[in-house]
Nanobody, 127 residues
Framework: QVQLGESGGGLVQAGDSLRLSCAAS????????MAWFRQAPGKEREFVAA????????PYADSVKGRFTISRDNAKSTVFLLMNKMKAEDTAIYYC????????????????????WGQGTQVTVSS
């Protein structure tokens, strides 16, 4: 059974940084495209960033481009999201997601493409 567990959320002030982690188990991590999505109160879950198995493809949502960085450590079965220059509008529950793949440079940004989801971690940015 695949399990994804997010950690690192919390309350920060605008302009601060925060790093989220997502540890995976129950599946070969190097066969998973990984992504971060977020959902603010009253809004749809939206794409934030994704990373291919080889780390070479990393698309970002326009709203976070230049501020957030996604990375992965395949040896530790963990994906990270470093969030810099945070804004109040970054407040949301952040979810990590995994998609099964055999293609090392493939990446997707569509929510329905992902097979596995974590429980989410709350990030709150005060202005």
């Amino acid at each position: 059974q695949v399990q994804l567990g997010e950690s690192g959320g919390g309350l920060v002030q605008a302009g601060d940084s925060l790093r989220l982690s997502c540890a995976a188990s129950g599946y070969t991590f190097s066969n998973l495209v990984m992504a971060w999505f977020r959902q603010a109160p009253g809004k749809e879950r939206e794409f934030v960033a994704a990373i291919s198995v080889d780390g070479g493809s990393t698309p970002y949502a326009d709203s976070v481009k230049g501020r957030f960085t996604i990375s992965r450590d395949n040896a530790k079965s963990t994906v990270f999201l470093l969030m810099n220059k945070m804004k109040a509008e970054d407040t949301a529950i952040y979810y990590c997601a995994g998609q099964r793949t055999l293609v090392r440079n493939m990446v997707n940004i569509g929510r329905t493409e992902y097979d596995f989801w974590g429980q989410g971690t709350q990030v709150t940015v005060s202005s």
